[in-house]
């Protein structure tokens, strides 16, 4: 984590609000366009934003951010905008499929978050066993379909669906994301 990100955080534990002022007027615009990039909604949008600042702000105590504030921002947005496609039913859009066909870079700030997101996806799925790492990459890089993997691979599509759910599952405990509103898991 760097130096500022790391003040900041410290800052944020002691109750400083100044801080989270700060981190409030550095991040809130990268974040609002980045969830309005997929919902189109711009109530919904605010509300969003200012849920995860609040949740920032109620859970500093134990804030245990490993890389930077703005991948660790950025992953509690995706998850409630993501939290909202179930919600109100609107079509489920997977995290990890076409992530970089479907982010539209309407920032420098808001490209650096997802570059930085991209990279700690990576880094994940390089420490998962070899056939599930194949199996993730073979569907998520390749858009292979679970049927065409187990025929390349010559395992079961069951086979191939436990993969994809193992890795999808180290991902998202890895990245911290939020579980509800009212807990937070932190970046590992």
């Known amino acids: 984590m ?3 990100d790391s003040d900041i955080v410290d800052r944020l534990k002691k109750g ?3 801080a989270l002022t700060e981190l409030y007027d550095s991040y809130w615009k990268p974040l609002y366009i980045s969830s309005y990039n997929l919902l189109k909604n711009k109530e919904l949008c605010e509300e969003i934003i200012q849920d995860v600042f609040i949740d920032v702000w109620n859970y500093r105590e134990n804030l245990q951010i490993k890389i930077s504030l703005k991948s660790y921002l950025y992953a509690c947005v ?3 905008v993501f939290s909202e496609f179930r919600k109100n039913k609107i079509q489920r859009v997977e995290l990890f499929e076409g992530l970089n066909d ?5 920032t420098p700030e808001t490209k650096l978050m997802h570059e930085e997101l991209v990279m700690q996806i ?3 799925v390089k420490t998962l066993p070899a056939r ?3 199996v993730y990459i073979l569907s998520r890089n390749q858009q292979l379909s679970h049927k065409e993997i187990a025929e390349k691979l010559g395992i079961s599509t069951k086979t191939v669906e436990n993969h994809i759910t ?3 599952r180290t991902i998202r405990s890895s990245l911290g ?3 509800s509103i009212e807990m937070l898991y932190f970046i590992h």
């Open 132 to 134: 599930c790492q194949e």
């Open 78 to 80: 995706r998850y409630k």
């Open 102 to 106: 479907r982010f539209q870079y309407a």
């Open 166 to 168: 193992l890795a999808l």
């Open 122 to 124: 990576d880094a994940i």
């Open 2 to 4: 760097l130096s500022q």
């Open 177 to 179: 994301y939020l579980l």
């Open 16 to 18: 400083d609000k100044k």
